[in-house]
């Protein structure tokens, strides 16, 4: 594996079980999917059980046209109960001593973090200690030019202040929306800031190259050094979000790597993301339209 230098979702991989049914989902694998939308070699990084449930994911990823690198260990596949609410906004129960909180740092992960050209993780595959430490000695393997993106993901009471810090040490983008803004506010005592004051306290107090604030229907923002660019978000008709966030930071990452600027990837990022709300579950397919933007 160690001949492609790997766009790599780590952490969750999971099955969101929706009303019509239940899709793979799992925010870096979704990440790796739609990064994988723009020709970029991307692999989806966890753990899977030993169970039924695992064969079916296997089967989804190739369908998916989706590499991957999951161990089996003994404990269940990840489920994950997702209900919509009527603006198709979603609510989930995360199961929990599930396979993606139990990922081991093999000697093939390790190679692929080695040679990682970019890597998105989260906050919520850190809530077990094995993952937690598997994800730390990943992001502390990765080469010097790697992408680090900590998409923070705050999911129920599955967080604390020093996997967060840690992870804001650890990563050298930020994708953060405006709730959980409200959450690091509070946590991390920037209470009397504005949005874009915290944005920016945040880009200087741990040395990121770039944070991106999404705002839901108010628009998304990308900071970084000297700049900062805003987009509005496009009307569209929802037919749900689920994946949408995954959708705007893969498209942003491969932008990115293909060498667009910050406003280009954002404009891209955007688009991308309006188009997966039009779509029912995490990983649609994109048109060729979308894709020739970034290539």
């Not at 969750?12 to 994988?36: I, M, Q, R, S, T």
């Not at 810090?165 to 990563?171: A, G, I, L, Q, V």
Request: include cysteine.
């Amino acid at each position: 594996m160690t001949n492609k230098r790997y766009v790599v979702g780590l952490g969750e991989a999971l099955w969101d079980v929706l009303p019509e049914g239940k899709k793979l989902g799992g925010a870096p694998a979704n990440f790796a999917y739609h990064a994988g939308q723009f020709g970029l070699d991307t692999l989806a990084v966890s753990a899977l059980g030993e169970d039924a449930l695992a064969d079916e994911t296997i089967k989804a990823l190739k369908e998916h046209g989706l590499d991957y690198l999951m161990p089996r260990v003994a404990y269940p596949t990840g489920t994950v109960q997702v209900t919509l609410s009527g603006d198709g906004i979603p609510a989930y129960e995360i199961k929990e001593n599930v396979a993606w909180d139990n990922i081991p740092y093999t000697p093939d992960i390790a190679d692929v973090a080695r040679s990682c050209r970019a890597v998105c993780f989260g906050s919520l595959a850190q809530r077990n200690v094995t993952s937690w430490a598997t994800i730390r000695q990943f992001l502390d393997d990765t080469p010097e030019d790697c992408l680090k993106i900590f998409d923070i993901n705050l999911r129920q009471q599955f967080f604390t202040r020093d996997v967060i810090e840690e992870s804001f040490r650890r990563c050298n983008i930020l994708k953060i929306n405006d709730e959980e803004l409200v959450v690091i506010e509070h946590m991390f005592g920037y209470e009397g800031l504005d949005m874009r004051g915290i944005c920016e306290r945040i880009l200087a107090d741990y040395g990121l190259k770039m944070l991106v604030l999404t705002c839901g229907t108010n628009g998304s923002y990308v900071f970084a050094q000297g700049l900062s660019s805003f987009q509005p978000t496009p009307k569209v008709t929802v037919a749900d979000t689920v994946g949408a966030g995954d959708s705007f930071t893969g498209s942003f990452c491969a932008a990115i790597l293909n060498g667009k600027s910050i406003e280009e990837a954002h404009r891209i990022a955007v688009e991308v993301s309006a188009y997966v709300c039009t779509q029912n579950g995490a990983m649609p397919k994109y048109p060729a339209e979308l894709v020739a933007k970034v290539k």
